[in-house]
């Protein structure tokens, strides 16, 4: 099993950067790729990144394309999610997930990290 923590979220104004990290324990040697995915208020849960576990193959949602960046901390399980400029819109609970083998399907989800922006 695999486990998934995220942390790093807050409380922060518009124009400001936040950096959200995702820690994977238990048999992370499984994982294949690992995204990440928002819901806002009354909003459906939406992709935002991705990776692969060995750290290339990165997408984004267009709306963060220029300002999020996701990277794999070498050495560790850890995937990290750099915000830059947010927006009020980016306000949302921001979960990681993972994939495995040849799984089309993010099956293990962390429990989520609120990121509050205000304007």
């Known amino acids: 099993q695999v486990q998934l923590v995220e942390s790093g979220g807050g409380l922060v104004q518009a124009g400001d950067s936040l950096r959200l990290s995702c820690t994977a324990s238990?048999?992370?040697?499984?994982?294949?790729?690992v995204g990440w995915f928002r819901q806002g208020p009354g909003k459906e849960r939406e992709f935002v990144a991705g990776?692969?576990?060995?750290?290339?193959?990165?997408r984004y949602e267009d709306s963060v394309k220029d300002r999020f960046t996701v990277t794999r901390e070498n050495g560790k399980n850890t995937v990290n999610l750099q915000m830059n400029r947010l927006k009020p819109d980016d306000t949302a609970v921001y979960y990681c997930?993972?994939?495995?083998?040849?799984?089309?399907?993010?099956?293990?989800w962390g429990q989520g990290t609120q990121v509050t922006v205000s304007s």
């Open positions: 997930a993972a994939r495995f083998g040849l799984s089309v399907d993010y099956n293990r």
């Open positions: 238990g048999r992370t040697g499984n994982i294949y790729r």
């Open positions: 990776i692969n576990w060995s750290g290339g193959g990165t």
